[in-house]
């Protein structure tokens, strides 16, 4: 069975700029996040995909197919970009049908699909309104809307969020977990990590067009064992612990806050930390809140890489 | 198939459903009302010159089509025709529509439509209402509406292939092309002026009308082939630019926005 999305040594050159840059990545059926900060290559990545752009070195396969030259393949993607729509005087309804019409769909069907896709985001009550009356958060439901009217195998999202209140986040949230229980494929781009974190625990961290890890947060921390982290360590005696970790030779740096409730240690080897800490804590008995380290918090080890991409390791 | 064959007129239906604003309407009977009044003026002056009615059909009839084939319809199509990309790229659409299986062909396809119909339909009761006016037979109801047609299907297409390569600064590029090519080079006494669409025209106009005195006048300028040659001429053209719109619009890489 092929893979949902196939990339093979892929690099997109806009002149003499790197867009994404030998990009490999072999994805089976599934929900995936795909993290960076804005100007990472998400946006190129995500293009590549759909077949908007051709690599310029490489291949790019999606559940089987090569996009740019194998248009039919398309029927089985949605997409919701991360740009606003706005045709002011047409409605979600008329514009998702028209959506759905230039995949071939016969004129009876669109209408159906339209309205079931409408109905999904929780649009059918305005759905008849001219767009131009929406908020951005019914702008949003709505672009969902043209994403899944289609009833596509893959589903990408770039930053759908966006835009949405907290009611409409955990909507969204809901659906996409229904979207991928359903056993479709799912690629969530987004620059909060949070956000893919309540949908799924598989991702790919991609900045300055590189793919810098893949995998889930419990393989990137292994992965990351040996590679500086910062934790948190906060607590009435966090400031106790400076003579322990000045004592060791697996810590890099140590910043004590003002109130002197916080301790930043930034670690040459964070698994000796866990053997430690406790230890610590107990033998000088000391009252600690939190300690805050990268496992389970994909936004340290987000900085970790990006320590360890620069060099910085 | 025949699904495929009607998307082209449902992406029409469409535009011309997203079209209906006080901006667009008050486009069109602005270019409905232009040639009027100035064909309604000029044949309010004509009994001033002297002429005798029957030798009034011709000037005002080449006023008319000046006027009409020759501006409302360019003006229309340059409104609609040239900015069939960019409009998507600029309002950040374009990407919605090029990941549609059917997407980048079928719309370009039904936006060419759309402005052919949208300026036809405005070209069509202006030619009515300055024919009404000047009160002419038959023959020049239907040479006018043809051209019109002819000259909608034509320049369409070529505004359509300026709109698909240049992308940016569509429209400046269109009103350099038609000042310097279709009202410039058009008039050029040699080989390079039977390129151009408005020569075709003037041919048929010529031809139709059986005005040999102002052909024979300025060949250069009306031609000497046969209606037939014009009309293959004119559709040559019009496939040609379509067809190579078509396919430069489903491989184009246009930018869908920017990242950061």
């Not at chain 1, 994403?147 to 209140?165: C, F, M, S, V």
Request: with cysteine.
């Amino acid at each position: 069975m092929s893979a949902m999305i196939e990339l093979n040594h892929v690099t997109k050159m806009y002149g003499n700029v790197v867009g994404v840059n030998d990009l490999v990545i072999e994805l089976p059926e599934g929900a995936y996040g795909l993290i960076g900060p804005n100007g990472a290559g998400k946006t190129t990545l995500i293009n590549l995909l759909i077949g908007h752009l051709r690599p310029t070195i490489g291949n790019v396969r999606i559940l089987g197919s090569t996009p740019s030259s194998d248009r039919r393949i398309l029927r089985q993607i949605g997409l919701c970009p991360a740009t606003d729509v706005l045709y002011p005087n047409v409605s979600a309804l008329e514009w998702v049908q028209y959506q759905v019409r230039l995949h071939g769909i016969a004129r009876h069907e669109c209408q159906r699909l339209a309205e079931q896709a409408l109905e999904t985001v929780g649009m059918s009550a305005t759905m008849h309104r001219p767009m131009g009356t929406y908020s951005l958060g019914m702008r949003q439901r709505t672009k969902i809307a043209q994403a899944i009217a289609h009833e596509p195998q893959l589903l990408i999202l770039d930053e759908p969020y966006n835009g949405l209140d907290p009611v409409g986040r955990s909507d969204m949230t809901r659906m996409l977990k229904n979207w991928t229980a359903a056993g479709r494929g799912l690629l969530f781009a987004s620059h909060v990590l949070q956000e893919i974190e309540s949908i799924t625990s598989s991702f790919l961290l991609i900045f300055g067009g590189r793919l810098l890890a893949s995998g889930t947060a419990k393989e990137i921390e292994s992965m990351l064992a040996k590679t500086p982290q910062e934790i948190r360590i906060v607590g009435r005696d966090a400031a106790r612990l400076i003579h322990r970790f000045a004592d060791v030779d697996w810590v890099d740096s140590l910043q004590l806050t003002e109130n002197r409730k916080e301790l930043r240690v930034s670690l040459r080897d964070p698994t000796m930390l866990s053997t430690q800490i406790a230890h610590w804590i107990a033998s000088d008995s000391l009252s600690i809140e939190r300690v805050s380290a990268a496992d389970g918090n994909l936004a340290a080890i987000f900085e970790s890489l990006l320590r360890h991409h620069r060099g910085e390791s | 198939m025949i699904d495929w064959l009607t998307m082209p007129f449902d992406v029409m239906r469409f535009e011309l459903r997203r079209s209906l604003t006080p901006a667009r309407i008050a486009m069109w009977l602005i270019l409905v009302a232009f040639p009027v009044a100035l064909i309604a003026r000029l044949h309010a002056l004509m009994p001033e010159s002297g002429m005798p009615p029957e030798m009034q059909i011709m000037p005002l009839g080449a006023t008319l089509y000046l006027l009409v084939p020759e501006v409302t319809c360019l003006l229309g199509l340059l409104l609609w025709a040239t900015p069939a990309i960019s409009t998507e790229i600029e309002g950040q659409t374009w990407v919605y529509l090029a990941l549609r299986q059917s997407g980048r062909r079928v719309v370009l396809l039904g936006k060419y439509l759309t402005a052919v119909v949208w300026t036809l339909s405005a070209a069509w009761v202006a030619i009515a209402l300055s024919l009404l006016i000047i009160g002419v037979e038959w023959r020049m109801w239907w040479v006018m509406g043809a051209l019109a047609m002819l000259s909608c299907v034509a320049h369409g297409a070529l505004y359509v292939l300026i709109g698909v390569i240049f992308f940016r600064r569509t429209m400046a590029t269109a009103v350099l092309y038609t000042l310097t090519v279709e009202y410039g080079v058009s008039f050029v006494p040699a080989l390079i002026n039977k390129f151009t669409i408005n020569y075709r025209l003037r041919g048929l106009l010529a031809q139709w009308m059986n005005w040999e005195e102002m052909r024979s006048s300025a060949e250069n300028v009306f031609g000497t082939e046969p209606a037939g040659t014009h009309l293959l001429a004119l559709a040559a053209i019009t496939i040609t630019m379509l067809g190579i719109s078509l396919y430069r619009v489903n491989r184009a890489e246009y930018p869908t926005q920017q990242e950061g």
